[in-house]
């Protein structure tokens, strides 16, 4: 559907300038303007539509679905879904792995982390992501042992 013949838009002109005028949000502004430009002819296809607006073509094909399934009024409140990718450890997990780092017999390591969260989630998440996490989304400093400390952590284990 490049060109926009089937789309009959039943405002005036004045009309659209005047809710354009009543609007509060960008977004709403730039739908209506998208009418406003069809309706007075400056342009004819949703390509031109879209090289005006800076807008992907697909973007005002769903604007004008809308508005012809739903009027104006539906177009306005067309609701945008969720945006961004699924986090790579879900807040539930996420407070799991606060409790546990809660722990005094906690993880040392992010690597031991990434361990945990595959072993008990089956969560493959990155060395990154399992940093970020940990340090900046939970606060907490993983401190590597010293080679003191190593030495005897092994020694204990090898003779405990």
Known sequence: MNRVQDCEIVESPAEIIGMIAAQNTTTAVERLMALYLLKVGKVTTLRDLATVLGRDYTTLFRWLRKYRTD???????????????????????????????????????????????????????????????????????????????????GARSAHG
Not at 91 to 102: A, Q
Not at 108 to 122: D, H, I, P
């Open 71 to 153: 009027g104006i009024t539906g177009m306005l409140t067309l609701s945008q879904g969720p945006r961004g990718r699924k986090a790579a450890i879900p807040g539930e997990v996420l407070e799991k792995l606060r409790e546990r780092l809660d722990q005094p017999t906690s993880f040392t390591s992010y690597k031991e982390v990434q361990g945990w969260l595959r072993r008990e989630y089956g969560i493959n998440a990155s060395y990154k992501v399992v940093h970020e996490a940990v340090r900046y989304r939970l606060k907490v400093c993983l401190k590597p042992l010293t080679r003191t400390a190593y030495l005897s952590a």
